[in-house]
């Protein structure tokens, strides 16, 4: 190992030799220096050594193509992964490009995000400060005197405040005591109005009620006013107090003077905006409200300047006790972040109040009615984005942001407006267009029931397309180039190429599968009409059928368009289809065979729905027949499902013809002829009636005496019938024979008869009478 580890150096040094022997034929004399002085003697004479030496020389002729063998290995298989993703990638299918950029799309965004929440939250720094704050005795000794002084300061500056609050309680008593709480208008200000115009002039009439809250106002603001600066007597004595305290020494140093100063300016100026705004809204306010929501304002007023001014009060006392200007800026935003929320929780509490001012009068109809009903359903959700939007563009200080937000803010509400107009406009001429003419109607009259099947789908799908087109002229507005994604060779070109050849093959099979439904209804309908009703229960039969094979049919031709146009290699699905049908085939033998007997038995018009059949020992009326199982309702009303692989006989007694079957047991001593002529008479009879006359097809045929014994004679017969008056006319042929034999004195035989015979008995013997029962 030493010996070829010492072998490749040598070979490394007679590269090195050769380089720089190589270089100094090549270029001038500088570089062949350069490249010699990397050889030291020793090494040079080791070379010569090496070249000398005919083994020495071998081994490392063997050494160097090692080497080379090494160094090519990666240089011959490196490209094999580039050309195997290469060929992977060579696919320039829409899905795998759109699969692409939507990745690179969020990879971005993550990125920005990630770089954002970096430059936003810089906690550490803050952290850091805290524990090298902890852990700095003379840090601590400071945070010490400046806990004592404030609290020395504040308790005499709070004692000021309170004895002054003390004097002002009855000046502020006495002005709210006074203050006007009901419009008071002179009657110069304004002419006098009847009130019955009043009514005829609404213009008027809010005018006046306009100029009179602005009297009110006007009458409000010199108390409101008083009031104001009475209440910030209070705190001007408590700054007051403050600052004398701090002009001695208790203000030294000036570290400690300029937190226990940014505290107390952070009080007052906290005390000063709830005044304000208790001037402003409240039931003495200058604009009057009730006590309920004067005690909302005011104590959500409280949170939101306690947070926001305390956070800034502490961060600039952070600042100026070492905090680092990061951390000081990570906790500004933190504090802004908090007041903001506190925003948002404000508009989703009175959602429901704003949009009840937005929204139109009830009886109001019309355009700008709609708009303002759709704006007060969605005004929370504007008002919180620009909320959050506002503090992103302080927090980020991004260069004219607050003017940038105005025009995105703008634009992106215009945008909307008239998408939503052009979405309702368009809804609308579309609804015009769905109605069909009376004409029409008596044509086909299945006609708008179809069309009003696929309306709605029209409309989502235009109301999709004019959102997607708002859509991105809101990207253009925001400064995002969007059109040029649909430029020619561009994945949104590609994208709008798809959906419409797509939506092209979708309409072309809507309109063949409605015209094939028309086009058997129509047929059925026809056939019904001229009175082809064999044909037409048939074609009825075949319906489903036709309707699931098509059906299959088409959605399997869209669906390979789809994917085609999508960029799927559609080959290897067909193949696997042929192999999973193959495979299906081999499984479900029984399935196979249901198939096949109920296509066959279809085609052979074997069965038809309304039949009345007999299968596998059930018999009912067909209520559908599919290509696998027949559907039979027995007369109980049950229903039965009936494989076709279950089927060995069908029995239809709904083939046109039904024999009504006569056989009746008269005693053996009537007279048959009589009998006969009777049972024709009933059947002259009822085809002379309307209600049998459709359902007989001829007369009795009486073919004579069946049996003959000791106890009665058979006669039997048939009447041919319909197929569905085979069981009415056989029914009611029996009542009126009963009748008839009645009213003749024919006697019908009785299945069992008593018989009274004597038995000869030998000469010896006495005779026996034996009773004996017999059976006819």
Known sequence: MSQRLSSALLAACIFLAISALSGARAEPAPPATGSAAMLSPEQAR????TLQDDQKRARMIDTLRAIASVSDQPQATTPAPEQKSSASLSADGLGAQLLLTVSEEIGEISRQVADMARTLTHFPAFYYWIVRTANDPAAYNLLIEIAWKLALVFGCAFCAEWLIFRLIRRPVAFLEARVPQAPHLPTQALPIVDPSSVAAEPELHRRRASLARAWQLLLRLPFVLGRLAIELVPVFAFVGTATTLLGTEIGEPATVRLVILAVINAYAFSRGLICLVRVLAGPFGLFPVRAETAAYIEIWARRIVGVGVSGIAFANVALLLGLHRVGYAALLRMVMLIVHLFIVVIILQCRRQVAEAIRAPAGRQGLA???RSRVASI??????????????VWALNIRDGYSLLLQYFVGTIAVALITRVAIMVTLSLIDR???????ILQRFPGLEIRANRYLPLLRKIVSGIIAFIGFVAVLEVWGVDAVVWFYGGQIGSRLISAVVTIGIAAVIAAAIWEASNALMDRQVNVLSRDGHYARAARLRTFQPMLRTALLCLIATVVGLTALSEIGVNVAPLLAGAGIVGIAIGLGSQKLVQDLITGLFLLLENTVQVGDTVSVSGLTGVVENVSIRTIRLRTGDGSVHIVPFSAVTTITNSSRGAGNA????????????????????DIVDEMRREPEFRAAIR???ELWGIDKVDGSMVSIVGQIRCTDSGRWPVQREFNRRMKLRFQENGIEIASSAQTILTQIAAPADTASNLTLRRATG
């Open 698 to 700: 001829g007369d009795l």
């Open 661 to 680: 079957s006569v056989s009746v047991n008269v005693a053996y001593k009537e007279d048959t002829d009589r009998a006969g002529q009777i049972l024709k």
């Open 379 to 392: 005004w929370h959700y504007l008002a919180i984005a620009l909320d959050l939007a506002l503090w992103a």
């Open 46 to 49: 080791r070379a010569l050594d």
């Open 433 to 439: 267009g769905f109605r069909i003419n009376p004409e």
């Open 369 to 371: 009615a709609r708009i």
